[in-house]
């Protein structure tokens, strides 16, 4: 399936990143990073990275909405960071445990399994692959990690610049650091070779 997203005109780009801004949670406050609190960087990808996410922007900004929910609903706290991708997605989660944030995203990936077949006329057909955890190692990690989440889109080939993208926490971290507070961070936490050969 063609991702939507570029065929779009540049009319139809800023009424959907005007819904993205009106669905996107406030950010009460930059994310920071507590050595005594536990954050994890997780990946959910689709199988054989289809583009089953990505068949329509509505479903982008669904999905969107259901993840950070998710999160939100588990752990009592707005992830630091989050995107989602056409056939995966990123987000970055304080938490005590991560077994019970992996299984409520596996129940949002049964959910959403039944809900695209359902529509598609394709029961059975295999969408997730699976969701991978990675603990933050210090704080040099944590903001790199932020980086990178925010960095994905463009790393992807799918926009220029962060806040191009509407499924993402770019524009409500933007919004709240300020541009010239991202760069600084950008350039002290580099992503360098982030991702290699598991985001690619």
């Not at 406050?29 to 959910?44: I, N, S, V, W």
């Not at 609903?73 to 630091?80: E, L």
């Amino acid at each position: 399936m063609s991702y939507a997203w570029r065929s779009l005109t540049p009319e139809l780009r800023k009424l959907f990143l005007l819904q993205r801004k009106r669905l996107k949670r406030p950010w009460h406050r930059p994310p920071h990073f507590e050595q005594r609190t536990l954050h994890y960087h997780l990946t959910g990808s689709c199988y054989e990275h289809q583009y089953w996410i990505g068949c329509s922007a509505e479903r982008m900004g669904d999905f969107s909405q259901r993840l950070v929910e998710a999160i939100e609903t588990n752990t009592n706290h707005a992830p630091a960071a989050w995107c989602v991708l056409p056939n995966h997605y990123h987000v970055l989660v304080r938490a005590e445990e991560v077994k019970p944030v992996v299984a409520e995203l596996a129940r949002l990936h049964g959910r959403t399994s039944f809900e695209w077949n359902r529509e598609e006329n394709a029961r059975g057909r295999k969408i997730w692959h699976g969701v991978a955890d990675r603990a933050m190692r210090g704080e040099g990690h944590f903001w790199a990690t932020i980086n990178y989440i925010h960095h994905n889109p463009v790393k992807h080939g799918h926009v220029e610049k962060w806040d191009d993208w509407p499924f993402s926490s770019a524009i409500g971290y933007l919004d709240e650091v300020g541009r010239d507070e991202a760069t600084r961070t950008w350039k002290a936490y580099p992503i360098l070779d982030y991702g290699k050969g598991w985001d690619d």
